[in-house]
């Protein structure tokens, strides 16, 4: 495998579901982000981690908990979500955070019923 | 509020023609300025950037121009080939690049 990958590619979850996002990078990066893209919105950062530590948390509310075990893995998880976080949740990596060039993961479509 | 902007949500162009595709920002801070490639089912990926010191990056086909006086950059694909078809994504950061805005994206369509 290469670049950056996610898992599921789709997840449709009921509002009271709990679930997890998974993203993982082959690319020896030390900087890994999530974002989030609402139909015709822009990309919006959620999280950023550096070296497995949270950076950036942009007021995302706690229904979202990422995780970084290492700088390859970066997780989503969850919980009681409203039909409005349906979107395409991106993952990305990069060198580290003072480097502007992202790779971004193939994103995963969630669907909240 | 949208601090960049790409008013255009759409393009045709035929190939061999130039495709202009435009980009607005607001916040005076950005320094940073990149632009991604998106095809359908794909993460997006770097094509090209520009620093705030520069007004012109040129790589191959792709030209980015940056007029920090109308806080404007737009990206010149010259000529256009149906590959480049796909929905591109003008971004911007300051300082640290930390933080990164995005645009809404054009979906760019080359004719054969």
């Known amino acids: 495998e290469t670049g950056v990958t996610q898992t599921p590619r789709h997840l449709v979850m009921g509002m009271t579901n709990k679930k997890s996002l998974k993203c993982e990078q082959h690319?020896?990066?030390?900087?890994m982000y999530w974002y989030k893209q609402s139909a015709k919105k822009p990309l919006e950062l959620m999280f950023v981690?550096?070296?497995?530590?949270?950076?950036e948390n942009n007021s995302v509310p706690s229904r979202f908990s990422p995780e970084c075990p290492n700088s390859s893995h970066l997780f989503l998880h969850l919980h009681t979500l409203q039909p409005e976080d349906s979107a395409l949740y991106l993952c990305?990596?990069?060198?580290?955070?003072?480097?502007?060039?992202?790779?971004f993961g193939p994103g995963t479509r969630l669907t909240v019923t | 509020d949208q601090q960049v902007k790409q008013n255009s949500p759409s393009l045709s162009v035929q190939e061999g023609r130039i495709s202009i595709l435009n980009c607005d920002y607001t916040n005076s801070m950005f320094d940073y300025f990149l632009w991604y490639k998106k095809y359908p089912a794909e993460g997006p990926t770097f094509l090209i950037s520009i620093s705030s010191i520069k007004d012109k990056n040129e790589d191959g086909r792709f030209t980015v121009f940056l007029n920090k006086s109308a806080k404007h950059l737009s990206l010149h694909i010259v000529p256009s080939q149906p590959g480049d078809s796909a929905v591109y994504f003008c971004a911007a950061t300051y300082n640290t690049g930390n933080q990164f805005y995005f645009g809404t994206g054009t979906s760019l369509t080359v004719i054969p």
């Open positions: 690319l020896g990066h030390n900087a």
């Open positions: 981690y550096n070296f497995k530590e949270q950076t």
């Open positions: 990305a990596s990069s060198r580290d955070v003072s480097s502007y060039e992202q790779y």
